[in-house]
Nanobody, 121 residues
Framework: QVQLVESGGGEVQPGGSLRLSCAASGNIFSIGTMGWYRQAPGKLRELVAAVMSGGSANYADSVKGRFTNSRINANFTTYLQMNSLKPEDAAVYSC???????????????WGQGTQVTVSS
């Protein structure tokens, strides 16, 4: 059983910063990609950022230059540093782990429970 536990959401003023954390636990051998999605009310869920096991990361155009997605492979943790936050960044942010290889050699994808990010003055 693999679980993703997120932390770090909250409310911030426009221009402020937040750092989200996501820790994967369980019988994990390796994780391919770890990333973050977000969904605002009335909108589709969208990919925000994803970082591969080698460290290279991809970002949505709307967050490039403001957000940084990093990970520590040794403890299966990923972080999303969000700077210069805008009201349109407000959403529920969910952590995603793809190509999770468990110690029983099964390969699956997992989601965190989601954390709310609110950006308002």
């Amino acid at each position: 059983q693999v679980q993703l536990v997120e932390s770090g959401g909250g409310e911030v003023q426009p221009g402020g910063s937040l750092r989200l954390s996501c820790a994967a636990s369980g019988n994990i051998f390796s994780i391919g990609t770890m990333g973050w999605y977000r969904q605002a009310p009335g909108k589709l869920r969208e990919l925000v950022a994803a970082v591969m096991s080698g460290g290279s990361a991809n970002y949505a155009d709307s967050v490039k230059g403001r957000f940084t997605n990093s990970r520590i492979n040794a403890n299966f943790t990923t972080y999303l540093q969000m700077n210069s936050l805008k009201p349109e960044d407000a959403a529920v942010y969910s952590c995603n782990a793809e190509q999770v290889l468990s110690t029983d050699w099964t390969l699956s994808n997992y989601w965190g429970q989601g954390t709310q990010v609110t950006v308002s003055s």
